[in-house]
Nanobody, 129 residues
Framework: QVQLVESGGGLVQPGGSLRLSCVAS????????LAWFRQAPGKEREGVSC????????WYAESAKGRFIISRDNAVNMVFLQMNGLKPDDTAVYYC??????????????????????WGQGTQVTVSS
């Protein structure tokens, strides 16, 4: 089973920054699109950002555009999400996922999750003063 482990979350004040990390073990990520999702209390899980297998293309939900930066390092089997200018609305559990493709439609990010993927524990991000 494909499983990823997220880390880097925490409590941060509005306007602050966090860098999330996600590592895979037991398999390699370099053939997958990689995406970050988040789920706030009482809301559906939503796609935040996605990066192509080579890292040359990125996609962002409108809510993340201009503030978040996704990157990957295939040499160490990891994907990252640099989050700047954090807002209370960014408070959520953040998850990474393997995918077969990504695209944006309007303000939303659409991610085709890889068939062998299962959700990990995620990492909590809380933005509050």
């Amino acid at each position: 089973q494909v499983q990823l482990v997220e880390s880097g979350g925490g409590l941060v004040q509005p306007g602050g920054s966090l860098r999330l990390s996600c590592v895979a073990s037991g398999f390699t990520l370099d053939s997958y699109f990689l995406a970050w999702f988040r789920q706030a209390p009482g809301k559906e899980r939503e796609g935040v950002s996605c990066v192509s297998p080579s890292g040359s293309s990125q996609w962002y939900a409108e809510s993340a555009k201009g503030r978040f930066i996704i990157s990957r390092d295939n040499a160490v089997n990891m994907v990252f999400l640099q989050m700047n200018g954090l807002k209370p609305d960014d408070t959520a559990v953040y998850y990474c996922a393997t995918a077969t493709s990504c695209r944006t439609t309007g303000s939303h990010l659409v991610v085709d999750i890889a068939p062998d993927f299962s959700w990990g524990q995620g990492t909590q991000v809380t933005v509050s003063s």
